[in-house]
């Protein structure tokens, strides 16, 4: 079965300091991989995909993600978090046109 | 360019009874998705429509869950009789054409309570 799965729960980070969200995948084929963050009450806001080509990705709000074959990670990146980012944020393969999420990991970043 | 549209935002009701969400994607989009979010869970898929057919409805319980793009616009997914373990946000999605590489966006859900 093609799953997507993002090992930490919750991550905390200071403002100003890099943040780090993970996800692995586990698909047959190539991977289809895609970044959403979840604000509350709201639905899920697209950041970035990674479908072929370059390994790092850029996408919105300064964000970025590095896509590894060999650790089969999809990691979420950005250099200085701000207060704003905190959220709840979903990594995703698509198969078909069906997105399959990973659980979500909560992003709380301090002042 | 307006996102996609998702009426009511929040619904309360008893088990048994009946619901209806309506969804107007993006316009020009071509494929149209429902996802059901259960609280501490990512969005699972229940249907995809391409124009006004079904590409798959494999993960839709088909004995209470209902949908239909009749004109290959806006949607409508009802449950009918409601269960209390359909409590859950009820995501409306679509994208400009189906594939793997499509980006699908998300309209702001509907929060269904079933008490």
């Known amino acids: 079965a093609q799953s997507v799965a993002q090992p930490e729960d919750q991550v905390n980070v200071a403002e100003g300091n890099p943040l780090t969200v993970k996800c692995t995948y586990s698909?047959?084929?190539?991977?289809?991989l895609f970044w959403y963050v979840q604000y509350p009450n709201r639905g899920l806001q697209f950041l970035l995909k990674?479908?072929?080509?370059?390994?790092l990705v850029k996408g919105s709000y300064g964000f970025e993600a590095e896509f590894n074959k060999s650790q089969t990670s999809f990691h979420l990146k950005k250099p200085s978090a701000l207060v704003s980012d905190s959220a709840l944020y979903f990594c995703?393969?698509?198969?078909?046109?069906?997105?399959?999420f990973g659980q979500g990991t909560e992003l709380s970043v301090k002042p | 360019e307006a996102g996609v549209a998702q009426s009511p935002r929040y619904k309360i009701i008893e088990k048994r009874q009946s619901v209806a969400f309506w969804c107007n994607p993006i316009?020009?989009?071509?494929?149209l998705y429902w996802y059901q979010q259960i609280l501490g869970q990512g969005p699972k898929l229940l249907i995809q429509?391409?124009?006004?057919?079904?590409?798959?409805d494999s993960q839709l319980p088909k004995d209470r869950f209902s949908a239909e793009r009749l004109k290959g616009v806006d949607s409508t997914l009802k449950i009918q009789p409601a269960k209390l373990e359909d409590s859950a946000v009820y995501l409306c999605?679509?994208?400009?054409?189906?594939?793997?590489?499509?980006?699908?966006?998300f309209g702001p859900g509907t929060r269904l309570l079933v008490l």
């Open positions: 999605a679509s994208s400009l054409e189906h594939g793997r590489e499509e980006t699908q966006y």
């Open positions: 698909v047959s084929g190539n991977p289809y």
């Open positions: 990674y479908i072929t080509g370059d390994n």
């Open positions: 995703a393969h698509n198969q078909g046109g069906k997105l399959i």
């Open positions: 316009s020009g989009h071509a494929t």
């Open positions: 429509f391409q124009n006004n057919g079904v590409v798959d």
